[in-house]
């Protein structure tokens, strides 16, 4: 009964936002509408695609790290993906952006697992704190990009790095769309192996399970879905922190139930706030922000409430 409203609830919230926005479409004449098929549609689908990697990839890497306050945005992986962007744009145009993105977010993610690991294991506190000096590091570098690009093209970059679907049309969809869907289909079949990630790795690998492959295979799928999702949308933080945690509130937190339900929920609460961003004001303001806005509170509450809990420092 509880999933049966869950998936009531994100479905009509994705199906409402097609026709919620500043120029009103009421069905059924909405229907034939060039605003509803060529702006709204694709902007809806790609929101509810990166909604749904961004969710899927923050439950993933909350379960590999053993640590409920990571997500691929303070992880760096986001900062990655928006180096990666940023290169491709600027110096290497024969690179395709998402590969960049890709790359990049890949090997943001190991280095900062890389700073945090210690003979002891990989704490809590050391991995945000590496999240967090890998992020402004490669933050600095795509400032120093931004710095060095064409005035002209500065405002679209700028727009981009907040976080935006404003200029989200049926091409960002077909490029984007193919690798975000092979990111979580990854991730959805390893949903039973994050289980046993989650596990110590001495258990782990009792358990015969080879912890450094698997991981791997965990960050790469992440890493494209995330990739992708900046290529597309840019810098949309704090959504893979908040959505599984409102999921393991609601269903428990198996991550065979924990990933598919994360993709649903995190395809409808970014809609959502897309929706809620382009409505409220004439100016399309962009969802990055208001995530944002959302976001530094609930890690605020969840740091308090794990303090000291289950998933402490190694």
Same mark, same amino acid.
């Given at each position: 009964?509880?999933?049966a409203?869950f &998936?009531? !609830?994100?479905?009509? !919230? &994705? ?8 120029s ?5 004449? $909405? ?11 694709p ?20 379960a590999?790290? +053993? ?8 992880l ?10 940023? @290169?491709?744009?600027a110096?290497?145009p024969? !690179? ?5 993105a ?17 003979q ?24 120093l990009?931004?710095?060095? @690009?064409?005035? +002209?093209r500065?405002?679209? /970059? ?12 049926? %091409?960002e ?9 092979? $990111?979580?289909?990854? @991730? ?10 989650s596990?110590? =790795?001495? %258990?782990?690998?009792?358990? $015969?399970?080879? /912890?450094?492959? =698997?991981?791997?295979?965990? !960050? ?13 949308a840019? /810098? ?11 999921v393991? &509130?609601? @269903?428990?937190? %198996?991550?065979q139930?924990l ?5 649903? #929920? $995190? #395809? #409808? ?15 399309? &303001?962009? /969802? ?5 806005l ?9 740091l308090?409430? +794990? ?8």
């Amino acid at each position: 009964m509880r999933r049966a409203v869950f &998936l009531f !609830i994100c479905v009509s !919230i &994705l199906l409402a936002a097609f026709f919620i926005g500043p120029s009103g479409i009421l069905p059924p004449k $909405g229907f034939s509408s060039p605003i509803l098929w060529e702006i709204r549609a694709p902007r809806v689908i790609l929101a509810a695609l990166c909604g749904a990697t961004l969710s899927a990839s923050g439950a993933a890497l909350q379960a590999v790290f +053993h640590n409920p306050l990571v997500d691929p945005y303070l992880l760096g992986l986001s900062a990655g993906g928006a180096l990666g962007c940023a @290169l491709s744009v600027a110096f290497f145009p024969f !690179i395709p952006v998402p590969l960049a993105a890709f790359v990049c977010s890949y090997l943001s993610a190991f280095l900062t697992y890389a700073l945090a690991r210690t003979q002891e294991g990989t704490g809590r506190l050391a991995l945000i704190l590496s999240g967090v000096v890998v992020s402004a590091f490669l933050t600095a570098i795509v400032s120093l990009i931004k710095f060095l @690009l064409d005035p +002209h093209r500065l405002t679209e /970059v700028v727009l981009w790095l907040m976080g935006s679907f404003a200029l989200s049309r049926w %091409e960002e969809v077909k490029a984007t769309a193919p690798l975000i869907l092979i $990111g979580c289909f990854f @991730l959805f079949l390893l949903r039973y192996r994050l289980n046993v990630l989650s596990l110590s =790795e001495e %258990e782990a690998k009792v358990l $015969g399970v080879s /912890v450094g492959k =698997e991981r791997a295979l965990v !960050i790469g799928a992440v890493a494209l879905g995330v990739g992708a999702s900046v290529a597309a949308a840019g /810098v949309i933080g704090w959504v893979g922190l908040m959505v599984p945690h409102l999921v393991r &509130l609601c @269903l428990g937190p %198996e991550n065979q139930r924990l990933i598919p339900y994360s993709m649903i #929920a $995190g #395809a #409808a609460i970014l809609v959502a706030a897309d929706t809620l961003a382009r409505s409220l004001t004439t100016l399309d &303001l962009p /969802v990055g922000i208001l995530t944002s806005l959302l976001g530094v509170p609930f890690f605020v509450y969840l740091l308090r409430q +794990h303090r000291g809990a289950a998933w402490d420092d190694a």
